[in-house]
């Protein structure tokens, strides 16, 4: 059973330019959460969704920064116009719901590290 | 607010010298609290999971345990291979979220 992909591991954009991180989640898992890390600092929320369905963005900033999980494909988090601020290890992570005590346990990928020049 | 704070954020041990981490949490209705491990350049990977008062959970030389106010992570006997920083995440019961802390960064010296 393949774990949480994402890609690419590494992008690199210049300031203004577009960033697009992909993931797919474990196969059975329903729920996609992003997370961003900065060094020195933990795993900071960003936004949940379920299939075509975005739950919970309370943590994604308000200004170019959108994610997206269609009935097909990838989870997608998009940020356009980067700024040098956006450089950080973004992690995704896939769950299913534990009916019986009513937690998700999440599973990370392995994460994409984002460079603004 | 919601808040979970890890410590000590560096350890530094001899071989087979045990210790505990610590993860004390503030939150609204605890669902379940998170063990991860995180090794440099990775992605966490998945420990355990804790979701009420006194339980305890068991791998190899790792031991979780919870209060209603803390979590301790507890390492017998580490080996090198043990280094990596060690992350607890908790999610309260009235949000999606889970919280993470800053993680204990935790060297095991041959």
């Known amino acids: 059973n393949a774990g949480v992909m994402q890609n690419p591991r590494h992008l690199v954009r210049r300031r203004g330019q577009e960033a697009r991180l992909r993931c797919s989640p474990m196969k059975g898992h329903s729920h996609v959460y992003w997370y961003r890390q900065l060094p020195e600092e933990g795993l900071k929320f960003m936004v949940y969704l379920q299939k075509e369905n975005i739950i919970d963005e309370s943590g994604m900033p308000k200004e170019r920064f959108s994610a997206e999980f269609p009935k097909e494909g990838p989870s997608i988090l998009r940020i356009q116009q980067v700024v040098r601020g956006d450089s950080a290890a973004y992690f995704c992570?896939?769950?299913?719901?534990?009916?019986?005590?009513?937690?998700?346990?999440?599973?990370f990928g392995p994460g994409t590290r984002l460079t603004v020049l | 607010e919601d808040q979970v704070t890890q410590s000590p954020e560096a350890l530094r041990l001899q071989e087979g010298e045990s210790s505990s981490l610590n993860c004390s949490y503030t939150v609204s209705g605890l669902r379940g609290l998170f063990w991860y491990r995180q090794d440099p350049g990775k992605g966490p990977e998945f420990l355990f999971t804790?979701?009420?008062a006194g339980e305890e959970k068991e791998k190899e030389r790792l031991k979780a345990t919870l209060t209603k106010k803390e979590s301790f992570l507890h390492i017998t006997a580490p080996k090198p291979e043990d280094s990596a920083t060690y992350l607890c995440?908790?999610?309260?019961?009235?949000?999606?979220?889970?919280?993470f802390g800053t993680g204990t960064s935790l060297t095991v010296i041959p």
């Open positions: 804790l979701y009420s």
């Open positions: 995440a908790v999610q309260a019961g009235t949000g999606n979220q889970f919280y």
């Open positions: 992570a896939s769950s299913t719901l534990d009916m019986l005590y009513f937690y998700d346990t999440q599973y």
